[in-house]
């Protein structure tokens, strides 16, 4: 028997292998198999038989290390989905939905943690037989009733500990006949240390009822998007849907979050209600940690998987239902190749495996928006907040009008560089009710960038930005290559000192505010203070546990979190990210101000929003302020017909870099007209905009130009991008080429 075998490698076709008969029954379409290639040996994934003819050229198959295959047959047709829609060679596209542990040639059964047991072997019932047994032996007495008292079998680790003894004592007692050592498989799940809450008695609103009645209507491969306004109770409706669909039904179902800062919270939730048949997949867990969840899926052992992007590709036995959370979030588009989209993906595998997909959101994506608007996918509507809590007051600040007078103090003028007086008197009611406040500056580092006094600015030498200022410790880095250098008081290019400091950053803030409200407990939640293994859970355990009072950060605070004492929101600088040269920058503007102001008012205590902005015209703040995403939509819809851009249309972008500005200039112009050469031949419904520089132009020393692939045909948008990956190849060594189909920033 012949296979075709996708291995890791970036090519665009399969390998074919014989099958010797003692693995014939092991080696199935999905399966893992470990195969000789140019002269080393990779794990490869078994996509189906090969009628090709035998050749004394072809390789067999080594070793097929699992009894049953990896991917069941809707993951597989998941997969090979992936790898054509995204332009991916096949085995990479398959590799990135295994664990990494189960991807290595060195180990190709995985990652299995064990640990020694002791177990009793010979029973001695009486005392009188114990005492003969053990009169020269007291500490290996003390090791069998230490045993017995823990059931007959135990860890050696917990026996060496309760009895007090070596394990040479151990090793007697086995030695004996009395006991016998053996090792058991333990299970890595780092969050069965957390204590588990009781779920709360909740009982439906009407609007749950309704949203909870549609869903049960849903049919097998059905999309629904649930808008409900922050605070309408959404997690509680996918909590009773799946309570039905794991309990009832007796299915499995997937939980999609876009950040690992709300995994913990989303994890306490449901295994409040599922307990220990949740199983935690994301990228902060070890390998072994994502192996052993994996794994527990496959085995049926736990029945709910929830976890970041990549969980979408979990084994769960008889998938009943996905439910994709925040479902607008830029986070589930993978960022290297393959370039997927968790919600796409999420319902390409529910058609495949007869599984209903959940997509909520308050502020839904535009696509999603669309496509319910016109009938593809289901719409269920929160309109309101649950027990009729009031959506928070919102008010805001002119920059350009709240400004300190000119012979104000420093520190005064500082301090209202960061909060303007409305905010400062908000926050001080708030700290003397012992009230919570959150503050979002989506920018980190102290400054954006540092200037000298004749106008120059420090830029990454890798990159075409600005280096940020951090300070603790003192530094500049680059967000984009992670260059770093020590602050230096001297401009390079003129030797004047480095006067200015432009640009606020979260770490900034945190000294503004911590100045101004000395007995205040602050905190401060971006990517620099959450690289702990723990960090993100910690930090939101301490501000759940009312040991913070006002928590500052990044995104990361904007979305998904409930905390009922916080009654108050700030947005720093909602400028940030509006004007960036992107055809979604209002879309994120709106979709982070309204999640952000969601966070304040969730119980019975009223909450407030403070936006501080610069351009209080702009209807992202405007019907931010109003809470009327229906009216954004009518705003921002008509911007996205002439030019088109999605929804309206589909897209690919092109980018082609290298490390010579001229070379891939050329390059990029030779691609973008190949394409065009061939739709003409083949009348292809696909436009060629561009080439032009990307807005970064320069990132980790190499240039970028790209240029889109527009249609509305997306078949015709594959048929074309899937030519140009496997057709067009660079004319000069160095030069690479990405696309990227359906991206969500154009950066």
């Not at 390998?15 to 010797?20: L, T």
């Not at 198999?33 to 050749?55: K, W, Y």
């Not at 086995?174 to 090792?183: D, P």
Request: aromatic letters at 6%; hydrophobic letters at 40%; one cysteine or more.
């Amino acid at each position: 028997m012949l296979v075709s075998v996708a291995l890791p490698v970036p090519l665009f076709h399969t390998f074919s292998y014989s099958v010797p008969d003692e693995l014939v029954a092991r080696v199935k379409p999905g399966a893992r198999v470990l195969v000789p290639i140019r002269g080393a040996r990779a794990i490869g994934i078994v996509t189906g038989e090969d009628t090709t003819e035998p050749t004394a050229r072809i390789k067999a198959v080594l070793e097929a290390p699992d009894a049953t295959p990896v991917f069941d047959g809707a993951l597989l047709e998941t997969g090979l989905w992936i790898a054509r829609h995204y332009h991916a060679p096949i085995g990479l596209a398959l590799r990135a939905m295994l664990p990494a542990a189960l991807t290595g040639a060195a180990r190709p059964s995985g990652s299995v943690k064990t640990e020694r047991v002791l177990e009793i072997v010979r029973e001695l019932p009486t005392l009188l037989e114990r005492d003969d047994v053990f009169k020269r032996a007291p500490k290996q007495r003390a090791v069998y009733e230490a045993l017995e008292r823990a059931g007959g079998r135990a860890a050696v680790s917990t026996i060496v500990e309760q009895a007090a003894v070596s394990e040479s004592v151990i090793d007697a007692l086995v030695g004996r006949g009395i006991a016998r050592m053996e090792r058991d498989r333990v299970e890595r799940d780092p969050f069965t240390s957390r204590k588990v809450k009781a779920a709360p008695a909740l009982v439906a609103t009407p609007a749950q009822a309704a949203a909870l009645a549609g869903l049960r209507q849903m049919e097998p491969g059905e999309l629904a998007l649930l808008f409900g306004v922050t605070g309408s109770g959404k997690t509680f409706v996918y909590l009773e849907f799946l309570r039905e669909v794991v309990q009832e039904r007796k299915q499995g179902a997937i939980v999609l979050v876009p950040e690992i800062a709300l995994t913990p919270q989303t994890v306490d939730r449901f295994r409040a209600v599922f307990g220990e048949r949740v199983a935690v997949l994301h990228s902060a867990l070890s390998d072994g940690e994502r192996h052993d969840a994996w794994r527990a899926l496959e085995r049926g052992d736990k029945s709910i998987a929830v976890g970041a992007r990549s969980a979408v590709f979990a084994p769960v036995r008889n998938l009943g239902a996905i439910v994709v959370d925040e479902e607008h979030e830029g986070s589930y588009k993978q960022g290297e190749a393959p370039r997927y989209h968790a919600r796409d993906v999420a319902a390409i595998r529910a058609r495949h495996a007869g599984a209903v997909v959940i997509l909520g959101s308050a502020t839904p994506s535009l696509e999603s928006w669309s496509a319910a608007a016109a009938g593809r996918v289901r719409l269920l509507e929160l309109p309101e907040r649950t027990a009729g809590g009031a959506m928070p007051e919102v008010h805001v600040v002119d920059l350009r009008k709240d400004r300190p007078h000119a012979h104000a103090p420093q520190q005064e003028r500082t301090h209202r560089s960061v909060l303007s007086a409305p905010l400062d008197a908000a926050i001080a009611t708030r700290l003397d009710r012992g009230e919570q406040t959150l503050l979002l500056l989506n920018r980190r580092g102290f400054s954006a960038f540092v200037q000298c006094e004749n106008g120059h600015v420090r830029e990454c030498p890798n990159c075409s930005v600005a280096l940020t200022y951090h300070r603790a410790p003192e530094r500049l880095v680059c967000h984009h290559c992670q260059h770093a250098e020590p602050f230096i008081a001297t401009c390079n290019e003129c030797s004047s000192a480095f006067a200015k400091r432009r640009g606020l950053g979260t770490q900034q803030v945190e000294a503004v505010v911590a100045e101004r409200f000395p007995r205040a407990r602050i905190a401060r939640m971006d990517i620099d203070t959450t690289r702990g293994r723990w960090a993100h859970s910690d930090l939101l355990d301490r501000f759940g546990a009312g040991d913070i009072d006002i928590l500052l950060g990044t995104q990361m605070i904007a979305k998904g979190l409930d905390f009922p004492n916080v009654t108050l929101v700030g947005v720093i600088d909602a400028d940030v990210g509006i004007n960036l040269p992107d055809f979604r920058a209002s879309e994120r503007a709106y979709q982070l101000l309204s999640q952000v102001a969601g966070r304040a008012g969730r119980a019975a205590k009223r909450g407030e929003v403070f936006i501080q902005t610069r351009e209080p015209r702009h209807h992202a703040v405007t019907c931010a302020v109003t809470h009327d995403y229906r009216a954004f939509v009518e705003t921002e819809l008509p911007g996205r017909n002439d030019p088109p851009y999605p929804p309206t249309v589909r897209l690919t972008n092109v980018v082609v870099s290298g490390a010579d500005d001229t070379t891939v200039l050329d390059e990029a112009l030779a691609a973008a007209n190949w394409v065009r050469r061939g739709i003409a031949a083949g009348r292809a419904s696909v436009t060629v905009v561009g080439p032009a520089p990307c807005p970064i132009e320069r990132v980790k020393r190499r240039f970028r130009w790209h240029f889109y692939l527009r249609s509305t045909d997306s078949g015709a948008l594959s048929r074309v991008g899937r030519a140009l990956t496997e057709s067009w190849k660079p004319r000069v060594q160095g030069v690479r080429m990405v696309l990227d189909r359906d991206p969500v920033s154009m950066l």
